[in-house]
């Protein structure tokens, strides 16, 4: 089990400040999406959590535990981090990849465990990537590209994933399938997901919490009926809109108008 | 692990024609013998222990060195044109112990060799604050762009000693040229050493390069400590680098060249394909130095101008190749 939250966290960088006296506590075993216009620093948030950036003041915690002071090591054995178009080294296969993710399980006397080969295994085949585990990442499609960098995170074997972003430059398909697994993740092996969306409808479908990032701060959480209401988006984003009810999903549909003027 | 055993091979077998090999060339029972057996009246003996042996091993360690750190700085900087030559490392290490060869040239040759292993700390850390500052921080371009700067500054601070100091002239030469020939083994076993334990150094970092090599980010979420890793690489780029330069002066491409055809040839980690890039090094800057000490005879091509004529025409087609790099440039 791993819970992670922010308390009171301030931090940017050189000069400008980014996140301000920010509160936040993310759900255990569910998907939280965090959304917000851009430099609203929903990434800088979530980089903060993965303990990339080390705070101004306030803390970030894992288990209640501030975690710039925990080994970062054993954070890495609770929390994985897929950071926004990571590049892969040239020539990498995919099953090299995967195995990256068992870097915190290893150690100086125990190199590669059966452990490690069981889990690389099961990464590739929850992701669909047993058949192109030699191919070189290089070589593969932008949507299995991605795949491959979360089979690396599943490899990884945390309670926790987060993500940035996880389907930027993938077409509709492409996105939906990354989702699709995420929820497969969350669902049947109980991860807790935290990821920066900003698709507002896809996040809407796939969030089981979602978190409104604007200047710095959260301006609302709850559940996407809650966050995302015509009041709301216009705060947030500054978008003019209509909220409807997705005939399909019952999860909320924003239509935005942009310079047309409402019918 | 096939490619990396003919690797081993290929290498041996240089070693063997580089002690071979020369103006008088001796078969491989005279060479044999001469290991073997240490007779003071066998006069070919006598010449194989005292300048083949030698220079051999100098070519061998020097090679070795000059590759694993174009290697480790390929990966430190993500950056496929880093190398301890176009970065201006082996452009301080020369400067600094050639400025100390001219105006001390009473101090002897270890304060010259700290000078060497100095002036590569210097420069990595001149790169590095230029290439860190203003826009584009850290950027490939940036690097190189620096990289370049100050190679072109050290180089003619080095060149500026040869105008200043006639008398040191030869010494001067020998380094700025690049020469395995003529060193005392007793002067350049401690940076045999160095050299050494350095290349060994790289094996227990190995798994976190591979990590490292997927980026910042990616290594700092799978827990590499990324900071202290980088600066262990940093200070073994400079023991590399030193170490080489000291002991065979300024020679070029092999840093650059020789990680590039290992990456060609090997799977991409780290624990083989720097053994790859040791033994390739080894054998390049070995065949270097033979063909160098047997086309002009009796006068000898310095083995940095050799490696140049082998290197550009196999980096020029490289890139060719490539279109242009590399993918992660």
Known sequence: MATVSAR?????????????????????????????????????????????????????????????????????????????????????????????????????????????????????TRTGLVDMAERGVDSLSGGQRQRAWIAMAVAQDTPLMLLDEPTSFLDLTHQMEVLDLLRDLNRQEGKTVVMVLHDLNLACRYADHMVAVCRGRVHIQGTPSEVVTREQVKEVFGLSCRIIQDPFFHTPLCIPFGRDAPP | MTRLVMMLVLLLASLWLSLMAGAVWYGPSTVGHALLSASPTDVQGLVIRTTRVPRTLVALVAGACLAVAGGVMQTLTRNPLASPGLLGVNAGALFVMVMLVSLWPGAGVSLWYGGAFAGAALAALLVWAVAMRGQASGGPLKLVLAGAAITALFTSFSQAMLVIDQQGLDTVLFWLAGSVAGRPLAEVTPLMGVALVALFACRPLARSMNVLAAGEAIARGVGVGVARLQLLMVVLVILLAGSSVAMAGNIAFVGLIVPHIARRLLPVDHRIWLAGCALMGATLLLLADVIGRTVILPREIPIGVMTALIGAPLFITLVRRQGGGHGRA
């Open chain 1, 8 to 124: 009171a966290l301030t931090l940017g960088y050189q000069h400008q400040r980014i996140l301000d006296e920010l509160d936040v506590v993310l759900p255990e075993r569910q998907i939280s999406v965090l959304v917000g216009s851009n430099g609203c620093g929903k990434s800088t948030l979530l980089k903060a959590l993965a303990r990339l950036l080390s705070p101004w003041s306030g803390e970030v915690c894992l288990n209640g535990v501030d975690i710039q002071t925990r080994p970062t090591r054993e954070v890495a054995r609770l929390l994985s981090l897929l950071p926004q178009h990571p590049v892969a080294p040239e020539g990498m296969t995919v099953r090299q990849l995967v195995s990256l993710g068992r870097y915190p399980h290893q150690s100086w006397i125990n190199q590669w465990s059966r452990e490690d080969a069981r889990q690389v295994e099961r990464a590739l």
